[in-house]
């Protein structure tokens, strides 16, 4: 059984925010992911869009033997099992989103699934997390470190720890 390392980002701003993402880490332990490392939960403003809450946000590193399009499938089933309803906009209000970021080191580029996530070191509600936890990761693409990615990051966005 081959061993994956994957970073994931947990988050939502509709509902009981922080019940809905522990909700979220016990069904994916309930579906063989391994959490290995947790950040903190944060509380940032909406990234590409107006909503009247904040959302909930955290990183997660978790060990599977899922690939990484069965794990898409998986973490979609358990989106929708916690009340994420798919709309016709690319970003809005949800119960729960939970992005893969990184899986081990891979490059991946298909029709609905790309990894390292495309957008990760423009969004400070991602690097902050993902910084506590793994600073010194490198992006397998742009070959900077997390670390890094938050310095350069220009997101005015203020993240909040809140757990």
């Keep these: 059984m081959q061993k994956n390392f994957v970073f994931l980002e947990l988050g939502g701003n509709k509902g009981d925010r922080l019940?809905?993402?522990?909700?979220?880490?016990?069904l994916l332990a309930q579906n063989?992911?391994?959490?290995?490392?947790?950040?903190?939960?944060?509380e940032?403003?909406?990234w590409g869009f107006s909503a009247t809450q904040n959302f909930y946000n955290q990183v997660i590193k978790?060990?599977?033997?899922?690939?990484a399009i069965e794990l898409i499938?998986?973490?979609q089933k358990i989106e929708k099992i916690l009340g994420r309803v798919r709309g016709p906009e690319r970003y809005e209000s949800r119960s729960m989103d939970i992005d893969i970021l990184f899986f081990n080191c891979d490059i991946i580029n298909?029709?609905?699934?790309?990894?390292?996530?495309p957008r990760l070191h423009l969004r400070k509600f991602v690097l902050v997390p993902m910084n506590e936890i793994a600073p010194g990761f490198i992006h397998p693409k742009l070959k900077l470190s997390i670390k890094q990615l938050l310095s350069d990051c220009t997101d005015p966005s203020v993240c909040n720890k809140i757990e």
Excluded: F, G, W
């Design 32 to 42: 063989s992911c391994k959490i290995i490392a947790q950040s903190s939960v944060y």
């Design 62 to 67: 978790i060990e599977t033997a899922y690939s």
């Design 110 to 117: 298909k029709n609905d699934l790309t990894i390292p996530h």
């Design 19 to 26: 019940s809905l993402i522990k909700q979220a880490k016990k």
């Design 44 to 46: 940032t403003p909406p």
């Design 73 to 75: 499938y998986e973490l």
